[in-house]
């Protein structure tokens, strides 16, 4: 695809230090051999530097130009650990309770970002979504102008005459559980950033709902017709529409009869989800039905590049996700 073998380039150029804190996990190493040996990006693995090698030999796994470090005995402990407890000053973090954070590499990742010693995180191959963001939430924090981390999803459909040729960026898929209005109009506008930036289209947004223009009428309705308002207010030159039920949004005879006139429906490329439920479950949807392939989540928001995969990921996702997360450091999304 297009799309990926750019987003494989630029990381080949900016040669981004990547940290994986999940050093023993076998498709985690191959993914690392396979980074390497193409110089997607520089690697930084964490775990103990003997049983990490161990591993690797009995997959028969060349890491050769990674960095290994050992999160229990690094010499930066002490400097990360005094980081912390600044950071962490109004919610009474103790020195001793740092250092013993720090023995998790899901901890000791962020810090690595924090204190300029790598340029971006990926992990979530064994660990739960809410592990792997809740370090990065407290030691790396969002964006400046924005409130609210979102995940964002690359949905490849069979189809070129959906989204911008073939593709459309779903969110939220993955982290905001009930965004209220307020941080569904930041999904938006960020979303709209993601697919400009990654996928290089002019983003046009519709906020979904299960109402299209009035149609019906809900407190949950209500939600994202306020949320599009609020997003127009942030972002003015942003294409954006709501509320839109998801035919509306996708299918042109359909946005004839329920949304004439507008710039957006019938031809959406980043479709935003009113809940996380309905998010995750229709990015599944259109993977496991229409056998899109999904990419992500690719997280919105963060001031440093900390991405997640899911459990079930390949070999391919991680690389493909590393290239993105470098990508994302060289602030090239
Ligand atoms: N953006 C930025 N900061 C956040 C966010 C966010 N979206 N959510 C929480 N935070 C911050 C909080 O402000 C808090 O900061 P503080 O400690 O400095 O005060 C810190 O993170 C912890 O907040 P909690 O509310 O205690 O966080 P909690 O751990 O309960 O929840 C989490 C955060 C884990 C991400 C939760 O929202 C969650 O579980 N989301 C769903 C994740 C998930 O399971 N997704 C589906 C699977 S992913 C997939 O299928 C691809």
Request: hydrophobic fraction near 45%; glycine fraction near 8%.
């Amino acid at each position: 695809m297009k799309i990926l073998n750019e987003i494989i380039a630029n990381a080949q150029k900016a040669q981004k230090r990547i940290v994986l804190p999940e050093g023993m996990e076998p498709r985690t190493l191959r993914a690392a051999e396979i980074i390497l040996k193409n110089n997607i990006a520089r690697l930084i693995i964490l775990g103990n530097p003997g049983l990490i090698r161990e591993e690797a030999e009995k997959l028969g796994v060349g890491l050769g130009k990674a960095t290994l470090v050992d999160p229990v005995t690094d010499e930066r402990r002490e400097r990360y650990a005094s980081m912390m407890v600044e950071i962490r000053r109004n919610k009474g973090l103790t020195k001793e309770e740092a250092l013993t954070l720090l023995n998790d590499p899901l901890y000791f990742a962020p810090m690595m970002i924090k204190a300029g010693d790598a340029d971006g995180e990926l992990a979530g191959a064994i660990n739960a979504t809410g592990d792997v963001l809740r370090p990065a939430f407290q030691y790396i924090k969002t964006q400046p102008g924005v409130s609210v981390v979102s995940g964002a999803f690359l949905m490849f459909i069979n189809d070129p005459n959906i989204g911008h040729e073939g593709i459309l960026v779903f969110a939220d898929c993955a982290v905001l559980p009930d965004p209220d209005e307020n941080q569904l109009a930041e999904v938006a506008v960020t979303t709209a950033r993601t697919a400009k930036a990654i996928v290089g289209c002019e983003p046009r947004v519709a906020m979904l709902s299960f109402s299209t223009k009035g149609s019906a009428s809900h407190i949950m309705v209500d939600k994202v017709v306020n949320a599009t308002r609020k997003a127009k207010e942030m972002a003015p030159d942003l294409k954006i529409e709501g509320e839109l039920q998801v035919d509306a949004a996708l299918v042109k005879e359909v946005a004839q009869l329920k949304a004439p006139g507008s710039e957006v429906a019938g031809r959406a490329n980043v479709l935003v989800f009113p809940s996380l439920e309905s998010g995750n479950i229709g990015y599944k949807l259109v993977q496991r039905l229409a056998k899109a392939e999904a990419i992500g989540p690719v997280l919105q928001g963060m001031a440093a590049p900390i991405n997640d995969l899911s459990r079930g990921c390949s070999v391919t996702d991680i690389v493909t996700m590393v290239a993105i997360t470098a990508n994302q450091a060289a602030a090239i999304i």
